[in-house]
């Protein structure tokens, strides 16, 4: 990049958050950022967002306006619906601390709006994952697993399963009502995931997610392992969530499913399946 151009330094432990034709990165541990829980000079490093725009393949600096920026800055959850960045928990860095506040980012305004302050309501985490659905005409934000303090209430259809750093990882799930901004604890079914950090996750349809990998711990609890497991999570109600791993041979037979439809409907030739395989 020429002389003059903004450059974007080194970054860990956040999200990009794609909005039309651009890539937004706010946040995240940087070596600039003050590692302090707050501090006038914090707020200030963390009142820009930069952006990427695809057309110019060019960085930009931003300063936001609004409410005041996060404090969670490192590790935090993150989706968008429309225009708005949605921000859940995170660390500020200073030591165990995290939150489980939510704040949205105008990504037209380049304007902050609190949308739930810290509270007890729910584990404060972070590196956990979070997608937007919608149930019978209503939006919702959906929280899935991480690690994080003590929670204050130790909801029983979840695991919790501390850490040798003194984090709590959990596999519990929370959903906010956008239009009340009412915190919900779901009713789960099916096979929910083991706590677990650091995966992928992404919506695929309007009331249904898929997350993938992450970190788990082992037997010991004395160090992690890394797996590749799919979990589909199904939104079936305002307070029911379905939830189903993925097996290789669902794979499959999804694969096959695809193969025989794609015969039938663009080739009208009717073959026999046992002789393709054998």
Request: hydrophobic share 35%; glycine share 10%; proline share 4%.
């Amino acid at each position: 990049m020429s002389k003059g151009i903004y450059q974007l330094g080194g970054i860990a432990h956040h999200s990009a958050a794609v909005v039309g034709g651009s890539v937004f990165l706010w946040g995240g541990q940087r070596p600039d950022l003050p590692i302090v829980h707050d501090s006038p000079q914090k707020r200030n490093f963390l009142s820009t967002i930069d952006r990427l725009e695809f057309r110019t393949g060019r960085w930009s600096s931003h300063v936001t306006r609004g409410t005041l920026p996060p404090l969670g800055a490192i590790g935090y959850f993150c989706t968008t619906r429309n225009n708005d960045i949605f921000f859940f928990g995170g660390t500020c860095g200073d030591g165990l601390c995290f939150h489980n506040d939510i704040n949205s980012f105008n990504s037209l305004a380049y304007e902050w709006s609190n949308i739930i302050p810290t509270s007890d309501a729910v584990m404060k985490r972070v590196e956990g994952g979070m997608v937007c659905m919608e149930s019978m005409g209503t939006e919702y934000l959906f929280m899935i697993g991480g690690a994080g303090s003590t929670p204050t209430t130790y909801q029983s259809q979840y695991q919790y399963i501390q850490l040798v750093t003194g984090a709590i990882r959990t596999n519990e799930q929370n959903l906010l009502n956008l239009s009340t901004r009412q915190w919900i604890i779901p009713t789960i079914s099916g096979q929910c995931c083991p706590p677990i950090g650091s995966f992928a996750m992404e919506k695929i349809t309007n009331n249904k997610a898929v997350m993938f990998g992450g970190s788990v711990a082992r037997d010991d609890g004395r160090s992690d392992i890394l797996v590749n497991t799919v979990y589909t999570c199904q939104m079936e109600s305002d307070t029911t969530i379905v939830s189903y791993l993925i097996t290789v041979w669902d794979v499959f037979i999804a694969w096959i499913n695809h193969v025989w439809t794609l015969i039938h409907v663009h080739t009208g030739i009717a073959c026999n399946l046992k002789n393709v395989f054998k």
